[in-house]
């Protein structure tokens, strides 16, 4: 046992065939923040696929949350992707059901069965994002920044242990995305640990952790930036 929730050693990552990264080392701690940066192309969104079994690991030792993503099985990817929460750029909510009914979906792809747990949970996520008001709103009514709110919300549905997040401020103004690291912040500051692939250099300078730089074809821990 060890205590990293991402643990990968000397994997390869890979778009069907095609090698997008090499010999990939990466740790993340319980509750610990990580960016992962690198120009387009790079590689950031095949590494994030792989580590929630969108992408098979073929080569090398992965593990996340406990589970060896090389010999996972098909059956076994719910129970992986309960222990994740993923945020991604564009939200991909259900736009036209409500902020509660895009949570009532996933509570019950998740299967919960209880209704005053659901109703319960569906409370506590939306208070801790600040979205409680909206929750009747079809989320296409909403701004970008509010249905970050309710994907990070979504995200933390199942008490995850480790939220992925693609770019997650990628369609958001410097204000709103601020606003968003601080919720990122908050959701830390109570054990989730958080890897964030993202282009935003100014997020980083305003909350500096960890960086993992993608760039000719591998990964390296970075203690400063590169611009
Ligand atoms: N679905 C796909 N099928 C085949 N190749 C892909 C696919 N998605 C990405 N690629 C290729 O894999 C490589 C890495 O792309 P990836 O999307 O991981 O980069 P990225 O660092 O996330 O870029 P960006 O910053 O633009 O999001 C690129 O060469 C890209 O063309
Ligand atoms: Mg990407």
Known sequence: MNDFI???????????????????????????????????????????????????????????????????????????????????????????????????????ATGWGNNIKIQNRIKKVLELVGMSYKDYKKTYELSGGEKQRVSIARSLLNEPKLIIADEPTGNLDPKTSNEIMLLFKKVQSDGIAILMATHNYQIIRDFPSKIYNCSEGSIQITERLIL
Do not use: C, W
């Open 6 to 108: 991402v643990d990968l050693n000397d994997v390869k990552i890979y778009q069907d065939d095609h090698l997008v990264l090499n010999n990939v080392n990466l740790k993340v701690k319980s509750g610990e923040l990580v960016y992962l940066v690198g120009k387009t192309g790079s590689g950031k969104t095949s590494l994030i696929k792989t580590l929630y079994a969108d992408i098979p690991l073929k080569y090398g030792m992965g593990r996340v949350s406990g589970f060896n993503l090389e010999t996972l099985k098909q059956s076994e990817i719910p129970y992986l992707r309960r222990d994740l929460g993923v945020v991604f750029q564009d939200f991909q909510l259900l736009n036209d059901r409500s902020v509660k009914e895009n949570l009532l979906f996933v509570l019950k």
